[in-house]
């Protein structure tokens, strides 16, 4: 009777998808249902596919939505469900026997539950972190038409501020977050892309930054692939950076590619096309713009697809583009392509493969400009270099026309456009990047809470750099006299670069029911440089020849830099609650680059992360809306930036003297060198309120460089003359971090989001030492510098200043004056995004203010004899103004705050029912405005280097380029 009982339950229950195992799970009730339904967006009611559903108490079960947003699991009746998808709130679903189950995701926000990896070395729940990591998902990057990640990130990182030195294709950027933290290293953050650590030079090569011209450095971060990249993380230096160890006291960029989806495949084809304009605001003369510009034209393919399954995923991508740029003859044309291969293969429950391929091939022009002498277009206009040239006039006489170029005739004009058109013709000076990256990884998960994972990868960048001047060039701007034939020259720079990296990490997860958990992380990290540089150039070169072979005299030098990094991390992640979090980690490194006495280096942190909206006594607060989400953290961490490889080594350097080898001291050496340590403290929180209004985060930093490396003078009973690099300074910054969104419209058909922050930055060189001030960029004491010095700030303005009495009369002239701060005090961006149904608009900028910069244009126009209004007629009574214009440089001294409107884009998704999946049409706008306090553009500013690894600051305007306006528009079709 009971087995005839049995058998009959037994059926019933397996008719309504019930699964019944044993005698024992009757006693216990413990059933087992299959539970089907679909996720859908609760605002646009869009089916989302790729959710991810995981048993709350064992994640390894789980499924993902397929393309319809729909899917199917069997689990125990009564347990929960978490329900998560990346830009959407995390819901907890009940377990039971349902065919149509409709499960609808808020957009999140807050973000409480996102995965990210950055700061952890493993991946962990935001909600969990002592800090703030910012995530820029593949959605936000296909709306930016930019081909590079530093421009697309100029708008997206809410606490740092990217500018472009120079609109010059392949130019670098400066990247400052949270101030300077060295007088010494490049401030930018350290890049990983697939967890490979790439070459992140963005301030000049030791080598050829006289090829290069000040203005118009290269930087590698332009060419880094973009295609295929899923989404971006970022973190500041300190706490969120220590586990980076021994190189991330600037942050911390992370790049993840994507490795396909577990869906059927799908395709993207996409073509743009671009109109670039100068942008003539900043210049003196009304008639610079017609002498020296076109425009621009770019046309932009690419194509794409991805796919997979649940057991393996594939994801291609590629590109290519070519630009005419807006230098007339196609002075600064580009030509790129790059291409992205990513994939993933799960052999079985516990062992996953995923890889990553990345290859770039770019060549562009660079026309003259800044301080490269002779003929520049900007100098030759701008800076009045005009004067310089003579010209033949109607009479048959060699004439100066003035420095007045407004004020020619339209003849004279005309012999002057003449001259430039040639003179940018006759250039030719090109760059190459051929660049690979790889990434291979392997996880393994033996058990359902334990995880190792293995990373190998390669960053490969070979650099070259050809200006050939020809004797044509020479004779035409009139640097030769008519028949030279024998003073071209060609000048090469190769830089290789080879980068290595080896990680791994194991990750165990803990959890005791709802109360308690734990994520402890472990790991090792190995990384390796390789940066070759040579210099091969060739001296009375014939009009023709493309090679050095068959000059007249050949000269060469080289330069060679290698290290090793070796680290060790652990870290514990401790939870209760699931509202109370400390997190605390310790990185050791040793770098070859230390000095022998120096070991290893040990870099802690602590931290707590506080969800308060999760405190029952909250609860009325949230189901009133009132507050959806709080968070407050704090913690202190330390990072480091290593010194430059065989600084620490005393050498003996070898110089060529009447053919024969001459020794004679070189590097002075200390066995002392150890890195910077950037010592940071940092208390915030994060707020969703108002039914996700308002959403608000608010961070005060203090940070403390300690062991800053600054270059000493060696003794003089030591016989030598060379400086040395010694840790004896300190570098202070400290400021505020304000993120503000507002959703101001939230319906199914309208949504209305404004974005914007606030950030300021007070830094301060504590000390130097026994070290003397010195220049980190500019010319010489007597012009104008960038410099570092105790109780200013890193890299501020010096050159001579003229003191006027109260008639304006002049009173004296002051030397070597601090004339302002390149560094601005406050800074942020701003971004205003509203659509109607699948219409898109799309505003974003940035600004600055409390900073200086310098015009060199203005004061050589000036020591030309034109009049600036700035400098009072009384001032000059009785000086020779050509004679002394460099002791009044304080007047060409202005404040650098800007307001700038970066893109305007509009586009709208057509969805088509049948064949195709989406069309996208759009149309932006890239630099459309700027209002300034200075005349000039305050971003196109100098950007060389003294030195290798060296800290730019910018602030010097010479005949840069500014970034010109783009007008892109775009087709993506995705089928």
Same mark, same amino acid.
């Given at each position: 009777?009971?087995?005839?009982?049995?058998?009959?339950?037994?059926?019933?229950?397996?008719?309504?998808?019930?699964?019944?195992?044993?005698?024992?799970?009757?006693?216990?009730?413990?059933?087992?249902?299959?539970?089907?339904?679909?996720?859908?967006?609760?605002?646009?009611?869009?089916?989302?596919?790729?959710?991810?559903?995981?048993?709350?108490?064992?994640?390894?079960?789980?499924?993902?939505?397929?393309?319809?947003?729909?899917?199917?699991?069997?689990?125990?009746?009564?347990?929960?469900?978490?329900?998560?998808?990346?830009?959407?709130?995390?819901?907890?679903?009940?377990?039971?026997?349902?065919?149509?189950?409709?499960?609808?995701?808020?957009?999140?926000?807050?973000?409480?539950?996102?995965?990210?990896?950055?700061?952890?070395?493993?991946?962990?729940?935001?909600?969990?972190?002592?800090?703030?990591?910012?995530?820029?998902?593949?959605?936000?990057?296909?709306?930016?038409?930019?081909?590079?990640?530093?421009?697309?990130?100029?708008?997206?990182?809410?606490?740092?501020?990217?500018?472009?030195?120079?609109?010059?294709?392949?130019?670098?950027?400066?990247?400052?977050?949270?101030?300077?933290?060295?007088?010494?290293?490049?401030?930018?953050?350290?890049?990983?892309?697939?967890?490979?650590?790439?070459?992140?030079?963005?301030?000049?090569?030791?080598?050829?930054?006289?090829?290069?011209?000040?203005?118009?450095?290269?930087?590698?971060?332009?060419?880094?692939?973009?295609?295929?990249?899923?989404?971006?993380?970022?973190?500041?230096?300190?706490?969120?950076?220590?586990?980076?160890?021994?190189?991330?006291?600037?942050?911390?960029?992370?790049?993840?590619?994507?490795?396909?989806?577990?869906?059927?495949?799908?395709?993207?084809?996409?073509?743009?096309?671009?109109?670039?304009?100068?942008?003539?605001?900043?210049?003196?003369?009304?008639?610079?713009?017609?002498?020296?510009?076109?425009?621009?034209?770019?046309?932009?393919?690419?194509?794409?697809?991805?796919?997979?399954?649940?057991?393996?995923?594939?994801?291609?991508?590629?590109?290519?583009?070519?630009?005419?740029?807006?230098?007339?003859?196609?002075?600064?044309?580009?030509?790129?392509?790059?291409?992205?291969?990513?994939?993933?293969?799960?052999?079985?429950?516990?062992?996953?493969?995923?890889?990553?391929?990345?290859?770039?091939?770019?060549?562009?022009?660079?026309?003259?400009?800044?301080?490269?002498?002779?003929?520049?277009?900007?100098?030759?206009?701008?800076?009045?270099?005009?004067?310089?040239?003579?010209?033949?006039?109607?009479?048959?006489?060699?004439?100066?026309?003035?420095?007045?170029?407004?004020?020619?005739?339209?003849?004279?004009?005309?012999?002057?456009?003449?001259?430039?058109?040639?003179?940018?013709?006759?250039?030719?000076?090109?760059?190459?990047?051929?660049?690979?990256?790889?990434?291979?990884?392997?996880?393994?998960?033996?058990?359902?809470?334990?995880?190792?994972?293995?990373?190998?990868?390669?960053?490969?960048?070979?650099?070259?750099?050809?200006?050939?001047?020809?004797?044509?060039?020479?004779?035409?701007?009139?640097?030769?006299?008519?028949?030279?034939?024998?003073?071209?020259?060609?000048?090469?720079?190769?830089?290789?670069?080879?980068?290595?990296?080896?990680?791994?990490?194991?990750?165990?997860?803990?959890?005791?029911?709802?109360?308690?958990?734990?994520?402890?992380?472990?790991?090792?990290?190995?990384?390796?440089?390789?940066?070759?540089?040579?210099?091969?150039?060739?001296?009375?070169?014939?009009?023709?020849?493309?090679?050095?072979?068959?000059?007249?005299?050949?000269?060469?030098?080289?330069?060679?830099?290698?290290?090793?990094?070796?680290?060790?991390?652990?870290?514990?992640?401790?939870?209760?609650?699931?509202?109370?979090?400390?997190?605390?980690?310790?990185?050791?490194?040793?770098?070859?680059?230390?000095?022998?006495?120096?070991?290893?280096?040990?870099?802690?942190?602590?931290?707590?992360?506080?969800?308060?909206?999760?405190?029952?006594?909250?609860?009325?607060?949230?189901?009133?809306?009132?507050?959806?989400?709080?968070?407050?953290?704090?913690?202190?961490?330390?990072?480091?930036?290593?010194?430059?490889?065989?600084?620490?080594?005393?050498?003996?350097?070898?110089?060529?003297?009447?053919?024969?080898?001459?020794?004679?001291?070189?590097?002075?050496?200390?066995?002392?060198?150890?890195?910077?340590?950037?010592?940071?403290?940092?208390?915030?929180?994060?707020?969703?309120?108002?039914?996700?209004?308002?959403?608000?985060?608010?961070?005060?930093?203090?940070?403390?460089?300690?062991?800053?490396?600054?270059?000493?003078?060696?003794?003089?009973?030591?016989?030598?003359?060379?400086?040395?690099?010694?840790?004896?300074?300190?570098?202070?910054?400290?400021?505020?971090?304000?993120?503000?969104?507002?959703?101001?419209?939230?319906?199914?058909?309208?949504?209305?989001?404004?974005?914007?922050?606030?950030?300021?930055?007070?830094?301060?060189?504590?000390?130097?030492?026994?070290?003397?001030?010195?220049?980190?960029?500019?010319?010489?004491?007597?012009?104008?510098?960038?410099?570092?010095?105790?109780?200013?700030?890193?890299?501020?303005?010096?050159?001579?200043?003229?003191?006027?009495?109260?008639?304006?009369?002049?009173?004296?002239?002051?030397?070597?004056?601090?004339?302002?701060?390149?560094?601005?005090?406050?800074?942020?961006?701003?971004?205003?995004?509203?659509?109607?149904?699948?219409?898109?608009?799309?505003?974003?900028?940035?600004?600055?203010?409390?900073?200086?910069?310098?015009?060199?244009?203005?004061?050589?126009?000036?020591?030309? /004899?034109?009049?600036?209004?700035?400098? +009072? !007629? #009384?001032? @000059?009574?009785?000086?020779?103004? &050509?004679? %002394?214009?460099? $002791?009044?440089?304080?007047?060409?001294?202005?404040?650098?705050?800007?307001?700038?409107?970066?893109?305007? /884009?509009?586009?709208?998704?057509?969805? +088509? !029912? #049948?064949? @195709?999946?989406?069309?996208?049409? &759009?149309? %932006?706008?890239? $630099?459309?405005?700027?209002?300034?306090?200075?005349?000039?553009?305050?971003?196109?500013?100098?950007?060389?280097?003294?030195?290798?690894?060296?800290?730019?600051?910018?602030? @010097?305007?010479?005949?840069?380029?500014?970034?010109?306006?783009?007008?892109?528009?775009?087709?993506?079709?995705?089928?």
């Amino acid at each position: 009777m009971m087995a005839t009982q049995k058998t009959i339950l037994e059926r019933k229950k397996a008719e309504k998808g019930y699964v019944l195992t044993s005698d024992e799970e009757v006693s216990k009730k413990v059933v087992t249902v299959k539970m089907k339904g679909v996720i859908f967006d609760k605002k646009t009611q869009e089916r989302l596919p790729g959710v991810t559903l995981v048993l709350s108490d064992n994640p390894s079960i789980g499924t993902v939505t397929n393309m319809d947003g729909e899917f199917q699991i069997t689990a125990v009746q009564g347990s929960k469900l978490k329900v998560s998808y990346i830009g959407y709130e995390t819901q907890l679903l009940a377990v039971n026997l349902d065919d149509n189950i409709k499960v609808e995701l808020d957009q999140d926000n807050f973000k409480l539950d996102e995965v990210v990896v950055t700061g952890q070395g493993a991946e962990v729940q935001k909600r969990r972190l002592s800090s703030n990591v910012t995530t820029v998902n593949s959605k936000e990057l296909e709306r930016m038409k930019q081909g590079r990640i530093d421009q697309i990130l100029q708008n997206s990182l809410p606490n740092v501020q990217i500018t472009m030195a120079s609109g010059q294709a392949g130019a670098t950027s400066l990247v400052k977050s949270r101030g300077l933290s060295s007088a010494y290293s490049n401030s930018t953050p350290v890049i990983y892309v697939d967890g490979v650590r790439v070459d992140n030079m963005n301030t000049g090569a030791t080598l050829n930054n006289s090829l290069s011209g000040n203005s118009a450095v290269t930087g590698s971060i332009g060419d880094i692939p973009m295609e295929n990249i899923d989404h971006i993380e970022y973190v500041t230096g300190g706490a969120a950076t220590t586990l980076y160890g021994s190189d991330a006291a600037n942050g911390v960029i992370q790049i993840f590619t994507k490795k396909g989806t577990e869906q059927k495949i799908s395709f993207f084809a996409e073509t743009q096309l671009e109109a670039d304009v100068a942008s003539s605001q900043f210049y003196h003369f009304k008639r610079t713009k017609e002498l020296l510009h076109q425009i621009g034209f770019t046309q932009k393919y690419r194509i794409g697809f991805d796919g997979g399954t649940e057991k393996y995923g594939y994801s291609f991508g590629a590109n290519m583009s070519n630009s005419t740029g807006t230098l007339i003859k196609n002075g600064n044309e580009d030509r790129k392509y790059d291409l992205r291969f990513g994939s993933r293969v799960k052999f079985n429950k516990v062992l996953e493969y995923q890889n990553s391929f990345g290859m770039v091939i770019q060549d562009f022009a660079r026309s003259r400009n800044g301080n490269q002498g002779g003929y520049t277009g900007l100098w030759f206009t701008e800076g009045a270099a005009a004067t310089n040239f003579k010209y033949t006039n109607t009479e048959g006489k060699q004439v100066n026309y003035g420095a007045d170029l407004d004020a020619l005739d339209d003849y004279a004009f005309a012999q002057m456009k003449s001259f430039v058109n040639t003179a940018e013709a006759l250039q030719n000076n090109r760059e190459s990047v051929k660049r690979f990256q790889t990434s291979q990884s392997l996880s393994y998960a033996p058990l359902t809470n334990l995880t190792f994972k293995g990373i190998l990868g390669v960053d490969y960048r070979l650099n070259n750099n050809k200006n050939i001047i020809t004797n044509e060039y020479l004779i035409h701007t009139q640097q030769k006299p008519e028949g030279t034939s024998d003073a071209g020259s060609i000048s090469n720079f190769d830089r290789n670069y080879f980068g290595l990296t080896i990680d791994i990490n194991g990750q165990h997860r803990y959890r005791y029911r709802d109360i308690f958990s734990l994520i402890s992380t472990a790991g090792f990290q190995f990384f390796s440089t390789y940066d070759h540089q040579s210099v091969y150039n060739g001296t009375n070169v014939r009009d023709g020849a493309q090679i050095v072979a068959g000059a007249g005299t050949l000269t060469s030098n080289e330069w060679l830099s290698y290290l090793y990094n070796y680290g060790y991390f652990i870290q514990e992640n401790i939870g209760f609650l699931d509202r109370y979090y400390i997190d605390l980690g310790l990185r050791s490194d040793y770098n070859t680059a230390f000095g022998d006495n120096v070991g290893w280096q040990y870099y802690p942190k602590v931290g707590i992360s506080y969800v308060l909206s999760e405190e029952p006594f909250m609860q009325s607060l949230k189901e009133s809306n009132f507050i959806n989400n709080v968070r407050i953290l704090a913690n202190y961490g330390v990072a480091g930036s290593y010194p430059p490889a065989f600084e620490y080594q005393r050498t003996v350097a070898f110089n060529s003297f009447q053919g024969q080898q001459a020794a004679s001291f070189g590097k002075y050496g200390n066995p002392d060198l150890a890195p910077e340590k950037k010592h940071s403290y940092e208390a915030g929180f994060n707020a969703v309120l108002f039914n996700r209004i308002l959403n608000l985060g608010f961070t005060y930093y203090y940070a403390l460089t300690k062991d800053a490396l600054f270059s000493i003078p060696s003794l003089p009973s030591s016989g030598q003359s060379a400086n040395y690099l010694s840790n004896v300074g300190e570098i202070e910054n400290k400021g505020i971090e304000l993120s503000v969104g507002l959703q101001l419209v939230d319906t199914k058909d309208w949504n209305v989001r404004l974005n914007a922050s606030y950030n300021t930055n007070h830094n301060k060189v504590l000390s130097i030492g026994n070290a003397v001030p010195f220049a980190i960029g500019g010319f010489s004491s007597r012009t104008v510098q960038t410099v570092v010095a105790e109780g200013q700030p890193v890299g501020f303005i010096r050159g001579y200043k003229a003191v006027l009495n109260s008639d304006n009369s002049l009173k004296e002239i002051l030397p070597l004056q601090n004339l302002g701060s390149t560094l601005p005090t406050g800074y942020g961006n701003f971004s205003l995004s509203a659509s109607y149904k699948n219409l898109s608009l799309m505003i974003n900028g940035d600004y600055q203010y409390g900073a200086y910069v310098h015009s060199f244009d203005r004061q050589f126009r000036f020591s030309k /004899g034109l009049k600036d209004g700035a400098i +009072p !007629e #009384k001032a @000059l009574e009785g000086l020779d103004q &050509g004679a %002394n214009w460099l $002791n009044f440089t304080n007047f060409f001294v202005e404040k650098s705050d800007f307001v700038k409107i970066r893109n305007i /884009g509009i586009s709208y998704d057509y969805k +088509p !029912e #049948k064949y @195709l999946k989406n069309i996208n049409f &759009g149309f %932006n706008v890239y $630099n459309p405005f700027a209002f300034t306090a200075s005349s000039v553009d305050p971003e196109a500013a100098l950007a060389g280097a003294r030195s290798q690894g060296a800290v730019a600051v910018g602030g @010097l305007n010479y005949s840069s380029y500014s970034t010109p306006r783009q007008y892109v528009g775009s087709i993506r079709i995705s089928f």
